[in-house]
């Protein structure tokens, strides 16, 4: 079955960093398309960051975290990481990994979701 678990969120300082990381089981990772999603309140869902697929590490950004995040594998792990710099106020969101064999990008497509992790930016 497949599984996605996040964690790393928590409450930061405008301009600190935090690491959020997806632990994936159940599917062979190379093969799917890995993607950082948010949801703030009032908000739909949107895409952050992705791994087009895994193996290729092809990946895309958010023009509104470009520069700041940056989405990486450690395919023996079996996890992705998301590392948040220089974060703001607006980036206050549940965030969420999620995987699919098919390559939706940033489009909130994606099969497989993970829980969600809470990341809280204060001014």
């Known amino acids: 079955e497949v599984q996605l678990v996040e964690s790393g969120g928590g409450l930061v300082q405008a301009g600190g960093s935090l690491r959020l990381s997806c632990v994936a089981s159940?599917?062979?990772?190379?093969?799917?398309?890995i993607g950082w999603f948010r949801q703030a309140p009032g908000k739909e869902r949107e895409g952050v960051a992705c791994?087009?697929?895994?193996?290729?590490?092809?990946?895309y950004y958010a023009d509104s975290v470009k520069g700041r995040f940056t989405i990486a594998s450690d395919n023996a792990e079996n996890t992705v990481t998301l590392q948040m710099n220089s974060l703001k106020p607006e980036d206050t969101a549940v965030y969420y990994c999620a995987a699919d064999t098919v390559s939706y990008g940033l489009d909130p497509k994606y099969d497989y979701w993970g829980q969600g992790t809470q990341v809280t930016v204060s001014s």
């Open positions: 159940g599917f062979t990772f190379d093969d799917y398309a």
């Open positions: 791994i087009i697929r895994v193996d290729e590490n092809t990946t």
